[in-house]
């Protein structure tokens, strides 16, 4: 299973950008995907997962009200709109599955596969 993250950049505090996480290879009837992030010199930090038919979503409190994770199963491809960015959101943004059917929660080592990850900077 390979899985691209794309969709990050340099946006000024207050902005939007949405990532995407497209995965390949070997399908799942079942599984969940999640983002992460990891800004320099801190742990790997939940951000917001979801369920493969969409209907569970969970979220970190950092990020609550502000960002909003989807899924097309159709496409395999999970997103993350991010509005209003903070400066503390800069961070190199990773997407992950977890081929079960039950959520596996906010821990990183829990997930199966990972994706290369994306840069997004917010200017103060």
């Known amino acids: 299973v390979q899985l691209q993250a794309f969709g990050g950049g340099l946006v000024q505090a207050g902005g939007s950008l949405r990532l995407s996480c497209a995965a390949s290879?070997?399908?799942?009837?079942?599984?969940?995907m999640g983002w992460f992030r990891q800004a320099p010199g801190k742990e790997r930090e939940f951000v917001a997962d979801?369920?493969?038919?969409?209907?569970?979503?969970y979220y970190g409190d950092s990020v609550k009200g502000r960002f909003t994770i989807s899924i097309d199963s159709a496409k395999s491809t999970a997103y993350l709109q991010m509005n209003n960015l903070k400066p503390e959101d800069t961070a190199v943004y990773y997407c992950?599955?977890?081929?079960?059917?039950?959520?596996?929660?906010?821990?990183?080592?829990?997930?199966?596969?990972w994706g290369q990850g994306t840069l997004v900077t917010v200017s103060s």
């Open positions: 992950a599955l977890a081929a079960t059917r039950l959520r596996v929660g906010p821990l990183p080592s829990r997930y199966d596969y």
């Open positions: 290879g070997r399908t799942f009837s079942s599984y969940y």
């Open positions: 979801i369920s493969w038919s969409g209907g569970t979503t």
